[in-house]
């Protein structure tokens, strides 16, 4: 048996900064808390049963107990406001002795501290292929004996429970007993975090519904709306499935940087705004505790009035995928979520920066699948080659380095095929080319390159603050013969 140790302090302050603790590396990444919680968000229906596609994702067994039913349905109640004001997030410290784990946790100060409790277990990476059922058993859960069903795929394992003022339930003790010792020790050392044989790193989360007058921390909401916007992104844009080396941006040449904040000019923010060139978002250092997001732009009434109608444009792009089935449903709630956050921002200037952040984001989805309807009228790929194979744009993603919070790759196209007569784009050298190489074979013949590109943006966030970078002649848009 293995002993879980919950500890309620009470009239400790606990601070944001707190929840990246150090350890496994991805507990370092700001957007870990906040994944964690988006994905339960997501998983949950209208009626607090998990969805069939997230029982394994949250180590749910087929059958779960339907007591555990209640609970969460009042977890559910509360999902559209997670995180910015309805859930709270606590991140305990643990330690372990004896075969013994500790978590304690700072809970904030309430006479009238009543709540229902989620302990969120977040593995650093998929669990191990293999079954595995674990018990996890304590009168302070709700149900009592709660089981999770963990094996690959499990990112999540949930318990219940339900905390209550009684001096009596300051300290809980949960028992987990899973099938054999070593999987006992294993998930000891995984939860414990950095000890030689642990599968994979976990951290455990407390999660509880805001009720009034408790002051537990959520994410702000400017980070909320960043990595939601991570999430909408890498669900949204085709993705490649074959791995790729990881190349780096800041070996690409590049225009002066262009600093974006409160003394941008209205010149350089009408020509962002009316850009249809795809954004990469670059965020060097993002998480580090000595950095906190910062990005304001003010933007004038008739900026505004552009931006908010090249929103309604790009808006109905993702609205038209939708209704053809290419993008999921979660996609648009994704969408509606970052049009949420973007308007609870407090003050205009930050509104004004999430509203500009989400455009250049539509705008990449945009060109993406352009980009892919302009391939597949030119059949692109190996397996399917234009009529004679001939020279003709054809996709090639690169992928970048993990610094990016997203999109990790690029479809940057190249140009293949055969420059026979008729010449696709072909000029005056590559005609008289053609015809010399036709009698004297050392030449070199012409050869399919790419002859028009588009740029790509790169908006880098630092230490220094927030800056717009154009990489020209970046992805191939059209095909000739040269």
Known sequence: RVAFHLWEIFHITFSLGDLFCSGVDRRMEPCF??????????????????????????????????????????????????????????????????????????????????????????????????????????????????????SEGTLYVLLMGRSSSSSSQHRWTISAEAKSPRMNQNLIDAIVGGKPGGPVGVTPLLLFTGEEGITGRSAPILTSFVCELRRFLEGVLPQDQAKQPLLQLDSLQSLPPLPLGLSSSETLLAALINSSAPTIFYFNNWGSKSQGLRGQLILSPALLVELRLRLEQSEMLILDLAEQETVSPRTTARLERLKDLSASQQMEAGSHFCAFLLLKALKTVAHAYDMTRRLRSTRAGPDSPPKGNICGLRSLTVSFEKLLLGPQSANINNCRGVCAFPLINGNNHAILLTSHTESVAEERAPCCVPVAYDPLEVLDWNDEGSFLSIKPDMIARECGCR
């Open 33 to 150: 808390v906040d994944d964690a919680v988006a994905a339960l968000r997501e998983a949950l229906q209208t009626d607090g049963a998990l969805s069939n596609s997230s029982l394994t994702l949250f180590g749910a067994c087929r059958a779960p107990d339907p007591s555990s039913r209640s609970t969460l349905l009042v977890l559910s109640e509360e999902r559209r406001r997670w995180p910015d004001g309805g859930l709270k997030v606590l991140h305990p410290a643990a330690a372990e002795e004896r075969g013994v784990v500790t978590l304690t946790f700072d809970l904030p100060a309430s006479s009238l501290l009543e709540m229902n409790l989620l302990l969120l277990l977040a593995f650093e990476s998929p669990a191990a292929a293999g079954d595995l059922e674990v018990t996890f058993s304590s009168r302070f859960l709700l149900p009592h004996s709660q089981s999770a069903c963990i």
